[in-house]
T-cell receptor, first 117, second 115 residues
């Protein structure tokens, strides 16, 4: 199994450009999510999905869109890139969506380092 | 909204010294998870604590969950250079019913170990 695969690894955009960060998992995980990591801010949830056709907003959703047409894929779209979106983006999946009690751990991809100039 | 505060932000130790990072939540947690991120890498799951007052050990790492399920700690005994990285806690709150839990990450503690 490849686990969680993210592409590209690096990307430079100009302000106003759009792009899609790809994420695919081959573990048949129900839950998929996107985080951004900024220095001193930890990992902040952008959007998440609890199954194909179901998505919802996380903590910092503005400027990003997602869709989940298949169990495997969960792309993140930047509609009009801004310098504030310069960050490292991680896709993460887990066997099941988080609920009370014991939960499935998150499996992270290798990340995409995005710079917006 | 829910906040998970993690301290310290940075910790520099000499190899062989102990290290502890602390997480505090503004609300009662359903569980807490710990992740480690090596420099340039991605977060990797270490452990999950669910029960009040729970203590778990992984070799030189000891994880504790507070009695009130609002705080947690990770203690590393006799650090090694392989312990270098950022340690994150992630607290889960869950309202019950048909809703989904919310996992909130702390800011992370960056550990450097001088040989």
């Amino acid at each position: 199994n490849a686990g969680v695969t993210q592409t590209p690894k690096f990307q430079v955009l100009k302000t106003g450009q759009s792009m899609t960060l790809q994420c695919a998992q081959d573990m048949n995980h129900e839950y998929m999510s996107w985080y951004r990591q900024d220095p001193g801010m930890g990992l902040r949830l952008i959007h998440y999905s609890v199954g194909a056709g179901i998505t919802d907003q996380g903590e910092v959703p503005n400027g990003y869109n997602v869709s989940r047409s298949t169990t495997e894929d969960f792309p993140l779209r930047l509609l009009s890139a801004a310098p504030s979106q310069t960050s490292v983006y991680f896709c993460a999946s887990s066997y099941s969506a988080p609920r009370g009690g014991s939960n499935s751990p998150l499996h992270f991809g290798n990340g995409t380092r995005l710079t917006v100039t | 909204g829910q906040q998970v505060m993690q301290i310290p932000q940075y910790q520099h130790v000499q190899e062989g010294e102990d290290f502890t990072t602390y997480c505090n939540s503004s609300t009662t947690l359903s569980n807490i998870q710990w992740y480690k991120q090596r420099p340039g890498g991605h977060p990797v799951f270490l452990i999950q604590l669910v029960k009040s007052g729970e203590v778990k050990k992984q070799k030189r790492l000891t994880f504790q969950f507070g009695e009130a399920k609002k705080n947690s700690s990770l203690h590393i005994t006799a650090t090694q250079t392989t312990d270098v990285g950022t340690y994150f806690c992630a607290g889960l709150t869950y309202a019950g019913g048909t809703s989904y839990g919310k996992l909130t990450f702390g800011q992370g503690t960056i550990l450097t170990v001088h040989p």
